[in-house]
C-alpha cells in the first residue's frame, strides 16, 4: 500500500528565511511525486511533480524538491519565503497509468506560517 | 484556474438529507477523480470514473455513489448523511497516458464544502 508521512504539522518561518518541508513516501515501484499548496478556503494547487529523470525538480513560485530515492523522501525547499506563501502543503504519491486508476495518497499536511 | 469546476461551492444540510455534488472536468479529460477532505481523515481518495465506467474505489461509504455521464461530467451522491460527512469535497480530472509507463498529472477544482447540522 502507497502512504505519504509529512513529519511537521506546523512550521512557522521568519519571511526572507529559507524553507524545507518534509515528505517521505511508501511505495512498491517508482513513485511519481508531486507537492500541493492550498490557501485557506481554496483548492490545491500544484506546486511541482516528479516522474522521472533529474531529481532536483523545479516548480512555480520559486519551489524547488529533490527526490532521494535511499531515503524515500521528496522534501520541498525554497531559498526566500515570502508573506504570501503561507498555506497549507501537501505532499502526494501516485502510481504509473497503464489504464488502471492512478489515484494519489496524500499525506496529512504541513501548514505553514511566515512571520514578518 | 485549473478548468475544472465544482457546484455548489457550499452545501448546508441536515442529517438524514441527501445531496448532490457536480464535476465538470477541464475539456478533453477523460478521468474524473472524487477526494474528500476532513479534519479528522485528511485528503481521501474516494471514486475514479474513466469515461464513463468506474475504475477505482477508495474509502468510499456505501451511502456515497457516483457516475459519469456521457458528456463526461460527473456527479457525486451522497445519502442518509450525518455530522461525520461534513467536509471539503474536491473533484480532479486528468487525461490518458498513450503508452506503458504515462502518467497524467491531476487538477483539482476548488471544491464544495458540505455541512450537516
Known amino acids: 500500500a502507497q502512504s505519504v508521512t509529512q513529519p511537521d504539522i506546523h512550521i512557522t518561518v521568519s519571511e526572507g528565511a529559507s524553507l524545507e518541508l518534509r515528505c517521505n513516501y511508501s511505495y512498491g515501484a517508482t513513485p511519481y511525486l508531486f507537492w500541493y499548496v492550498q490557501s485557506p478556503g481554496q483548492g490545491l494547487q500544484l506546486l511541482l511533480k516528479y516522474f522521472s529523470g533529474d531529481t532536483l525538480v523545479q516548480g512555480i513560485k520559486g519551489f524547488e524538491a529533490e527526490f532521494k530515492r535511499s531515503q524515500s523522501s521528496f522534501n520541498l525547499r525554497k531559498p526566500s519565503v515570502h508573506w504570501s506563501d503561507a498555506a497549507e502543503y501537501f505532499c502526494?504519491?501516485?502510481?504509473?497509468?497503464?489504464?488502471?486508476?492512478?489515484?494519489?495518497?496524500f499525506g496529512t499536511g504541513t501548514r505553514l506560517q511566515v512571520t514578518l | 484556474d485549473s478548468g475544472v469546476t465544482q457546484t455548489p461551492k457550499h452545501l448546508i444540510t441536515a442529517t438524514g438529507q441527501r445531496v448532490t455534488l457536480r464535476c465538470s472536468p477541464r475539456s478533453g479529460d477523460l478521468s474524473v477523480y472524487w477526494y474528500q477532505q476532513s479534519l479528522d481523515q485528511g485528503l481521501q481518495f474516494l471514486i475514479q470514473y474513466y469515461n464513463g465506467e468506474e475504475r477505482a474505489k477508495g474509502n468510499i461509504l456505501e451511502r456515497f455513489s457516483a457516475q459519469q455521464f456521457p458528456d463526461l461530467h460527473s456527479e457525486l451522491n451522497l445519502s442518509s448523511l450525518e455530522l461525520g460527512d461534513s467536509a471539503l469535497y474536491f473533484c480532479?480530472?486528468?487525461?490518458?497516458?498513450?503508452?506503458?509507463?504515462?502518467?497524467?498529472?491531476?487538477?483539482f477544482g476548488p471544491g464544495t464544502r458540505l455541512t450537516v447540522l
Open positions: 502526494a504519491v501516485g502510481g504509473r497509468n497503464t489504464g488502471t486508476a492512478s489515484k494519489l495518497t
Open positions: 480532479a480530472s486528468s487525461g490518458y497516458g498513450t503508452g506503458a509507463g504515462s502518467y497524467n498529472e491531476q487538477f
